[in-house]
């Protein structure tokens, strides 16, 4: 269980952690969302308590047949609509996604109210609410954690990954997919950070996923791959592929992207073994390198 008390003395200790500065630009992403990212329908919304009283904004993307629910975890300042290119692959394949609006969001209207720090913990309450709300509302379906850059860091936690928060792990968590990561943050990732990362894990990156400042060699984002414990890990490295890679990679990048992590999701949190025997025999195409371990 969090408490806000313990959270707001951590919050103070991280003062110092620059990576987590609100006028960090190479974490922003951007406010405009292209049209051609929406999701195929507008996601319900639904609104969360904090322990503090905080209201949580929830975009809920609801599958037609739920078979599993995807709580996402968007990047650094950005909000759950710019992801919705992906998002609706899942909710398609039926994922039922929940998203919460992180206060760090450049569209929340709370926004100029938190700092870094206070951005690392309130989304670990966010995310522990929502899964909450998603144990209740949807109950008996496996529980996926997924997230993008800032967000993907926050997906491992869920996993078992432990940081300077101390472990906050949810075992209901049968699967995580990491878009990117937001690297190894200096005060906020340890050594033994990804030893309790034992849930199927995949990452998707690519040979040129830099941001600057903060992860200057893109090998960074390997560290949930390489460091947690083997088996059920998987990973693949487009190049060529940024930061922004799950934003605009082409058709043929998007396509593998979209088909892998939905067949990892279904391998691993739905136990499908056909979708696991996909998995396993998915081919590297020009361009692209898949690991597993």
Do not use: C
């Not at 987590?20 to 405009?32: F, G, H, M, S, V």
């Not at 968007?74 to 394949?93: C, Q």
């Not at 993907?152 to 049968?174: C, E, H, K, N």
């Not at 990362?197 to 040129?208: K, R, Y």
């Amino acid at each position: 269980m969090i408490r806000f008390p313990v959270l707001r003395r951590l919050a103070l200790s991280l003062v110092a952690a620059l990576v987590l500065a609100p006028a960090a630009p190479a974490l922003a992403w951007p406010q405009a969302v292209p049209a051609s990212a929406a999701p195929a329908s507008a996601p319900a919304h639904i609104e969360l308590s904090a322990p503090d009283g905080r209201a949580i904004d929830v975009s809920v993307w609801r599958a037609a047949d739920e078979r599993g629910v995807v709580v996402f975890s968007h990047g650094y300042n950005g909000s759950p609509a710019a992801y919705g290119r992906i998002l609706s692959e899942w909710v398609d394949a039926g994922f039922t996604v929940v998203a919460p609006l992180h206060v760090d969001s450049l569209r929340h209207p709370r926004h100029a109210e938190f700092d870094g720090p206070a951005a690392f913990t309130t989304r670990i309450v966010d995310l522990a609410v929502v899964r909450g709300f998603v144990k209740a509302e949807h109950a008996g379906k496996p529980i996926v954690a997924a997230g993008h850059s800032f967000g993907s860091l926050m997906s491992t936690i869920a996993g078992g990954a432990r940081t300077v928060a101390g472990p906050q792990g949810d075992p209901a968590v049968r699967a995580v997919v990491a878009l990117s990561s937001a690297g190894d943050l200096q005060g906020v990732i340890l050594p033994d950070s990804y030893a309790g990362l034992t849930v199927p894990t995949l990452m998707i990156t690519g040979d040129d996923d830099l941001v600057p400042q903060y992860v200057t060699d893109w090998r960074a984002h390997r560290s949930a791959f390489d460091r947690s414990p083997a088996g059920g890990k998987m990973l693949l490295v487009f190049e060529g592929g940024d930061h922004s890679l799950i934003r605009n990679a082409d058709e043929a990048d998007f396509d593998l992207i979209a088909r892998a992590s939905t067949a990892f999701m279904e391998a691993h949190a739905l136990g499908d073994p056909e979708a696991l025997a996909t998995l396993e025999a998915l081919a590297a195409p020009d361009g692209v390198t898949i690991e597993r371990r």
